[in-house]
């Protein structure tokens, strides 16, 4: 099985890597004697910076691949809900808009599904070589993920000064308690409670979310993989 062969690989290994202390635990559990340090993934910080003119913020954001693996269905459902269409009732205007930036083999089923439901609301982008600057033009992120490892559009989004709305997936608890603003939400949270999760950040929203670097700065990580290799 898959896990045997984690657990073989893993115990044979001089020194395993973690991205996060969950997948560190989740590696222990596997292989109870191997060797495991947490040595988180880098980000070029520099890349984050704001742009020098830009539109208020509005709407929000989903990045990744379009697979049945991101929840992508209970998100659509989420933006059509009662809960939501009581937000934009509260705040008239523009109606709250999806942009969904990715590809992935669902992208037909999801891009024609959401076209019935949200309309001119929803904005498929496909793959950005620089996703900046759709971090920094939305007022939160969306990760309605069913798994993950240590998802890096999280600690992307923080570095713009979004909150993020996230299922408890992976290391998402983990990097919340390190100061993330936004929710977590169980992870077979409802559409109805992913709305609520969503409406109740975008009421909360202002632009002091702190970002979340420090050990994940390219200088500071690199001195980590220097004292692992050394």
Sequence with gaps: SARAVMRAVLGEAALCTAVSGW??????????????????????????????????????????????????????EAMVS?????????????????????????????????????GERVTFTGVLADVTAAYWAIDALLLTSRTEGMPGVVLEATLTHVPVVATDVGAVRSMFDKGIEGEVLNVDASAAELSSGITRVLRARTDSAQPLSGSFDWPVVVCAWNEILH
């Design 23 to 76: 997948l560190a635990e989740t590696a222990r559990r596997i292989a109870p004697g191997a060797s495991i340090v947490v040595s988180p993934m880098p980000v070029d910080t520099r890349l984050f910076i704001p742009p020098r003119s830009s539109a208020p913020r509005s709407g929000v954001l989903f990045v990744g691949r379009l697979n049945a693996q991101k929840g992508l269905s209970d998100l659509l």
């Design 82 to 118: 009662p809960a939501m269409k009581a937000f934009d009732a509260s705040h008239p205007g523009t109606p709250t808009l999806l942009d969904i930036v990715g590809d992935g083999p669902d992208r037909a089923e999801v891009e024609t599904y959401a076209r019935r439901a949200l």
